[in-house]
């Protein structure tokens, strides 16, 4: 028997972590996969790669169907429900996480919320809502991700987005700044809607 309550320890429950946490577990050892946030998957699953796809396809959409004028087919100006598309957004990303919960029950991998903070080199509290808790680990994997670049004098106001969820500005007037894939998508996003938009109300 183990002196340590887990096998190993899991940072983070991005793409990184949730797959090493998986693997593991297959391979017999008991883990625990800690996450801050409620749902899992990370940057890419909640508001990275999987809601930007979910958005660009409709932007891609909104494009071809612009581009068949030059065919002799004309659509007219397309009617943009945020709402909805949001809607239909925040439905492939909830359907996606829940799957990644289940996975890890039926691996029983133990899922934790909380900010898990190291303690010693087998040590982590973990801290959330309902108080702290303090486990032990015989090795542990960090995949905390990273964070975004505050833009300072470079962003307009103070306000900065780094995902798909709502802007926190009026997004009629932003700016973009690229120097990713990520970033260029979601500017290429940002830029259909937004021509439709400002079409729409002129
Ligand atoms: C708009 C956008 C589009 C993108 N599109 C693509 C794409 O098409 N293809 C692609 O390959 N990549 C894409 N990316 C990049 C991709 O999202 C990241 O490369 C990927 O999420 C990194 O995974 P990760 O597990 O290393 O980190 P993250 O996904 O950042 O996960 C780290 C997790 O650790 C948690 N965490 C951090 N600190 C703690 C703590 N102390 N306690 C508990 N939990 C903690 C975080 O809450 C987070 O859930 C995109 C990113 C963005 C923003």
Not at 11 to 36: H, K, N, S
Not at 107 to 122: M, N, Y
Not at 170 to 181: D, M
């Amino acid at each position: 028997m183990s002196d340590f309550d887990y096998d190993l320890l899991v940072l983070g429950a991005g793409p990184g972590g949730y797959t090493a946490a998986f693997r593991a577990a297959d391979l017999g050892q008991r883990v625990a996969l800690v996450e801050r946030y409620p749902a899992l998957g990370g940057v890419c699953l909640n508001v990275g790669c999987i809601p930007s796809k979910a958005l660009l396809h409709t932007a891609n959409v909104i494009e071809e169907v612009s581009l068949m004028e030059q065919h002799g087919v004309s659509f007219g100006d397309p009617s943009i429900d945020i709402d909805k598309l949001r809607n239909f957004k925040d439905k492939v990303v909830d359907k996606l996480s829940s799957g990644l919960a289940s996975m890890a029950k039926q691996r029983k991998v133990e899922v934790l919320q909380g900010s898990g903070c190291f303690a010693g080199p087998h040590e982590i509290v973990i801290e959330s809502d309902h108080g702290q808790q303090q486990l032990t680990f015989k090795n542990a994997i960090i995949a905390v991700g990273s964070q975004s670049l505050e833009l300072g004098q470079h962003a307009v106001g103070r306000s900065q987005a780094d995902g798909t969820r709502p802007a926190p500005w009026n997004w009629k007037k932003f700016r973009i700044v690229c120097w990713s894939s990520a970033a260029a998508s979601l500017a290429w996003k940002w830029l259909v809607f937004t021509r439709r938009w400002a079409a729409k109300s002129r």
